[in-house]
């Protein structure tokens, strides 16, 4: 019980990184929701964007915002884990098909974008159930 207790306490590296990855996806919510002109500039560069398309975009990226939050909180958490590592996956996903297919991206903003998704997607696979509280044999 003392060590769930001091590993709790103890935030892990993976913690911190998706603490880090929310806190600047909420500047993308900002430019989502109060400047569009930057959202095009720094995502959606060959294309154009309606209001209604940066608010959706906001809260979009609002809720993986959330989901880097509670993980990094709870990384202990099977379902919260499995969820946030899928946003990773259909971040990268979408951004792939507006690069590939929609050619909405330009190849620099894809890289950010592949950059946070990606090492995330690693990192996360890298440390799938590394984070389960360890069952003593006396239990």
């Not at 309606?50 to 993986?64: D, K, M, N, P, Q």
């Amino acid at each position: 019980m003392e060590l769930l207790l001091i590993q709790k306490k103890k935030m892990e590296l993976l913690g911190w990184w998706l603490m880090l990855v929310g806190t600047l996806r909420l500047a993308s919510v900002w430019f989502g929701f109060f400047d569009i002109w930057a959202l095009r500039l720094a995502v959606f560069s060959q294309t154009t964007m309606s209001e209604v398309h940066g608010r959706t975009f906001g809260v979009w990226t609002l809720l993986t915002c959330t989901l880097c939050f509670l993980c990094a909180l709870n990384l202990e958490n099977k379902p919260l884990y499995l969820a946030t590592f899928l946003s990773f996956i259909y971040a990268l996903g979408h951004f792939l098909t507006e690069y590939l297919i929609y050619h909405t991206m330009t190849i620099g903003n894809l890289a950010t974008v592949g950059f946070f998704a990606g090492t995330s997607i690693v990192w996360m696979l890298l440390q799938w159930n590394s984070h389960q509280p360890i069952k003593s044999k006396n239990a």
